[in-house]
């Protein structure tokens, strides 16, 4: 009898397409079971069964290569109702170079910093720009409460040329966007080619792949909120800070935000101008999810020197002049 797979092997449509669909797979030993069982299947051929030493399995194949523009303009709204950035290429002739990828020259990489100024400019004339870090799978079953809980406080009290901008990513981002009460000013930024699935908000393709978008997310926000988090949000906290921007970590929720992974030891010190409740409340195990969410977002608009309901919580920087006062009156 034919394998059950004779039937696709045998036709050159269904292996392309395939092909194509599968061509992002992680490779597998060609001596693995999994192998074998796809060979049994007919399936010999697919593209992350062409094992070499250069490309090992468990590696991805390279990426299609990224359009010329970093940042488009935003064209018509996609299926999920969000304005989404198009981009040219695509068609049969550019999947038929993904065909031979060590024909292609190698696409530089464009400097990160060059590349979230960019950004920035198109965030629609933003004034402070917000970013939130977190994990695509929360762990603590707080990180998303947390996340909308600050979104409706900051989307409210922040003046409309302010910027909220996440990664795209499932999670206490993704629950954040969907909690702004105003989704225009919320801005996504994904991959060339791909959309953050979140039905607000406006999707911006600027990265040709994660590596990139988490170093440019690190470096186009005034104030990062971090919430969970592994090596990568510890790896944007750490960027972020030394660039001198806010960082606010939701340290109760866990993670990179509380320390671990190599998170920048000042971002987890409390600046001399916030409150010393307001900062505990970040921490607390024992405050409720409104209590720590709204301490974050009192620190984050009296950085933004916008007061919430409870401005006396806390006071903005003082100017160098009042410092050096206060200090003397103290002396």
Known sequence: AAPPGAL???????????RRLLRHHPKLHPESSAAAEFRRLGLGSLPFLEFDVEQPWGCFLEEPSPPQSPVTSFGA???????????????EGHEEEEEAPTQQPTARRA????????????????????????????????????????????????????????????????????????????????????YSDYGVGQDLECCQDQEERC?????????????EGGPGVAQEARVAAERGALVVPLSRSGGASAGMFDFPRSALSKPEWVHEEDWALLGSQDATVEQSAAAAARIVAAYAAVPLEQPQQTQPPPPPAASAAAASQRT
Request: hydrophobic share 45%; with cysteine.
């Open 8 to 18: 696709l092997a045998s036709s050159p449509v269904a292996q392309e397409a395939v």
């Open 77 to 91: 709204a996609s299926p999920q109702g969000l304005q989404h950035a198009f981009l040219p290429g695509g068609g």
């Open 111 to 194: 400097d990160p910093s060059e590349l979230a100024a960019s950004v920035r400019d198109s965030l629609g004339g933003a004034g402070i720009v917000i970013c939130v870090l977190g994990p695509s799978k929360c762990h603590s079953q707080d990180s998303e409460p947390l996340a909308a809980a600050i979104a409706r406080l900051l989307s409210q009290a922040l003046p409309a040329p302010a910027a909220l901008v996440t990664g795209g990513l499932a999670g206490p981002q993704r629950a954040f966007a969907r909690a702004c009460r105003d989704d225009s000013r919320v801005w996504n930024l994904v991959v060339y080619g791909q």
């Open 215 to 227: 170093a440019v997310m690190a470096r186009v926000g005034d104030v990062y909120v971090t919430i």
